[in-house]
């Protein structure tokens, strides 16, 4: 299956989640990222904000700040074909719809509070479909793939419903691979499989 075709079956199966179920499919990867020591151990996180059916991150957003954490959302610039990292404080002021009416960082925010990628020590990143390897297909522009691969030192995890996890992925040398996924049933290992966190432990699905 090529990766457009298979892009549109996995979105049309999440398309089909009703709102109950991705509220509370959500709910579960939230109370999973919050756990996990990654996610505890990191002083800045670099996390997406939701839109259509993706794995909502509000909730995610309101307790990693609440937590202390320094908290930076995407700002997606079309013409350059890059994101941006954008430490925001003041959510009310420093949002606004954006692309496709997402919320974004306003320009504003954008001009003061961009912070440059060495200074990120997690990301938490959406996509199309994943695979048991860590392999991610976001949605074909690259952008997070160019953004993380200076950056290798950042742990990178992917946030999905089970229904987006495949076997294998027919990955081309630029897509970045994942250190984790994380669904509502599991933890996946990726890249950092051999690292020293006890994945059983912090398998939900278990």
């Known amino acids: 299956m090529i ?10 199966e999440r398309d089909a989640l009703s709102r109950e179920e ?14 996990f020591p990654p996610a505890i151990q990191a002083e800045t996180i670099f996390l997406y904000l939701n839109f259509c059916s993706e794995v909502r991150t509000r909730e995610l957003f309101n307790t990693l700040r609440s937590a202390g954490k320094r908290v930076c959302v995407p700002l997606t610039r079309m013409k350059e074909h890059r994101i941006d990292a954008v430490y925001i404080d003041d959510p009310e002021n420093q949002l606004a719809p954006g692309l496709w009416n997402i919320l974004e960082p306003t320009q504003e925010a954008a001009a003061s509070a961009t912070l440059p990628p060495e200074e990120i020590d997690l990301l ?6 994943f695979d048991l390897r860590g392999g991610r297909f976001g949605y074909g522009g690259g952008f997070y793939d160019r953004y993380v691969a200076p950056i290798p030192e950042a742990v990178r995890i ?9 076997d294998r992925l027919e990955l081309a040398a630029h897509d970045q691979l994942l250190d984790y996924i994380i669904t509502e049933k599991r933890i996946i290992p990726g890249r950092s499989s051999t690292g020293s966190v006890d994945i059983a432990r912090w398998n939900p699905g278990r």
């Open 3 to 12: 990766h457009k075709e298979l892009r549109k079956k996995i979105l049309t």
């Open 22 to 35: 991705i509220i509370e499919r959500s709910a579960r990867i939230t109370e999973t990222v919050l756990k």
């Open 124 to 129: 938490l990143m959406p996509g199309t479909v």
């Open 158 to 166: 992917g946030l999905a419903f089970d229904l987006q996890v495949v």
